[in-house]
């Protein structure tokens, strides 16, 4: 996925409200072997791109005064209430060079599964992305959730999917869970019970 960017010589908050008066955003991009550097794009390109969950999950191509350079997004700065992009920053990658970043988790036969299909059980997403570290080559732009076969009253675990090759998922503390799937039986039956013994 490619984007231009232009280099900006001025700095400061009233360059930057100037800026976004002209339909740009300031940006920096930082990295690697190079100095940080502050750079300002269209507002209508990159407003566009960032709606496509591959630009949050790919090596991207910006195109910078002439030269490409590979770059992840890593952080995006929005109007308090307005459909603006206020800033973005970018980090320099190298092919080279491992790269630690989140990627989306895409769910799936959730309606196929036991607990939805023969128990009426709700499958609960717990997490919507897991943070992976790679080569930019083994980016993945998302890494898929198979719920066919969880049970109602099941929870599936991170430890539960296959890592992509190249790829190993950073994990700090206890196996995450990513889905668990619970029955509203359930939920009512405890509640009868509270209700019980509160009577009694």
Request: glycine residues 6%.
């Amino acid at each position: 996925m490619k984007f231009t960017a232009t280099s900006r010589s001025v700095q400061g908050s009233s360059a930057s409200r100037r800026l976004r008066r002209a339909g740009r955003v300031p940006a920096i991009v930082y990295g690697g072997k190079t100095d940080a550097l502050s750079i300002e794009l269209d507002h209508n390109e990159i407003f566009h791109a960032l709606r496509k969950e591959g630009f949050h999950a790919s090596v991207l191509n910006m195109e910078l005064d002439g030269n490409v350079q590979n770059v992840l997004l890593r952080a995006v700065q929005w109007h308090p209430y307005k459909p603006l992009v206020m800033h973005v920053d970018f980090q320099r990658v190298s092919a080279d060079q491992a790269i630690t970043t989140k990627v989306p988790l895409h769910f799936i036969n959730e309606e196929i599964s036991p607990a939805v299909k023969l128990q009426g059980a709700q499958i609960t997403r717990v997490a919507n992305d897991v943070e992976i570290t790679c080569l930019p080559s083994n980016l993945p732009q998302f890494i898929e959730v198979d719920l066919a076969e969880v049970e109602a009253g099941g929870v599936f675990h991170l430890s539960q999917i296959a890592a992509p090759e190249g790829v190993q998922f950073v994990v700090i503390g206890d196996d995450p869970v990513l889905a668990a799937a619970s029955t509203a039986a359930a939920g009512e039956s405890d509640a009868d019970a509270e209700d019980g013994e509160a009577a009694e």
